[in-house]
T-cell receptor, first 114, second 113 residues
Framework: AQSVSQHNHHVILSEAASLELGCNYSYGGTVNLFWYVQYPGQHLQLLLKYFSGDPLVKGIKGFEAEFIKSKFSFNLRKPSVQWSDTAEYFCAVNARNYGQNFVFGPGTRLSVLP | DAGVIQSPRHEVTEMGQEVTLRCKPISGHDYLFWYRQTMMRGLELLIYFNNNVPIDDSGMPEDRFSAKMPNASFSTLKIQPSEPRDSAVYFC???????????FGPGTRLTVT
């Protein structure tokens, strides 16, 4: 069965600090990988996705993520966070042999201090 | 586009009562997903439909839970009887065809006392 772990439950940063949120999954086959963001009081929104090709993918709002197959990881990064990045971030995995089943990580809450 | 619509946004009910959550997917989307979010278990997929047909309901916790999709624009998730441990935020999401991007609704926060 697939599973997704996220390294941190809650991360607190000051504005302009760099961000890296860890995500690891357990599945040996081909996967599609996603990061979703949930701003306070809002829907989950897709931040970025990886299907194939360049393992470094860029998403909206200056976020990027790197897929490292050997480490089963898909970490999210941003060089300089803003107060408006305060949100909950979810990593998700879809194993291509599992149809449309998505497995989400437990989420990481990011608080950016002004 | 109004996005995925869910109702009600909040529901408070007593243990043993029947609860019905509703979802209207984005027009034209042929996949619909129901998720449950709790502090303990995070975001879990309960069931998903393709062209109104349930494809995988292995995430439905038990027989008290049922989901239907009578047409392409409406789905329900019913809990009967409800229990306090069902308290959670229930999300509906929809997507189009082979695109992997799911669009989530605002969720229904259910509290069972």
């Amino acid at each position: 069965a697939q599973s997704v772990s996220q390294h941190n439950h809650h991360v607190i940063l000051s504005e302009a600090a760099s961000l890296e949120l860890g995500c690891n999954y357990s599945y040996g086959g081909t996967v599609n990988l996603f990061w979703y963001v949930q701003y306070p009081g809002q829907h989950l929104q897709l931040l970025l996705k990886y299907f194939s090709g360049d393992p470094l993918v860029k998403g909206i709002k200056g976020f990027e993520a790197e897929f490292i197959k050997s480490k089963f990881s898909f970490n999210l990064r941003k060089p300089s966070v803003q107060w408006s990045d305060t949100a909950e971030y979810f990593c998700a995995v879809n194993a291509r042999n599992y149809g449309q089943n998505f497995v989400f990580g437990p989420g990481t809450r990011l608080s950016v201090l002004p | 586009d109004a996005g995925v619509i869910q109702s009600p946004r909040h529901e408070v009910t007593e243990m043993g009562q029947e609860v019905t959550l509703r979802c209207k997917p984005i027009s034209g989307h042929d996949y619909l997903f129901w998720y449950r979010q709790t502090m303990m278990r995070g975001l879990e997929l309960l069931i998903y439909f393709n062209n109104n047909v349930p494809i995988d309901d292995s995430g439905m916790p038990e027989d008290r839970f049922s989901a239907k999709m009578p047409n392409a624009s409406f789905s329900t998730l019913k809990i009967q009887p409800s229990e306090p441990r069902d308290s959670a935020v229930y999300f509906c999401a929809s997507k189009l065809g082979t695109s992997y991007e799911q669009y989530f609704g605002p969720g229904t926060r259910l509290t069972v006392t």
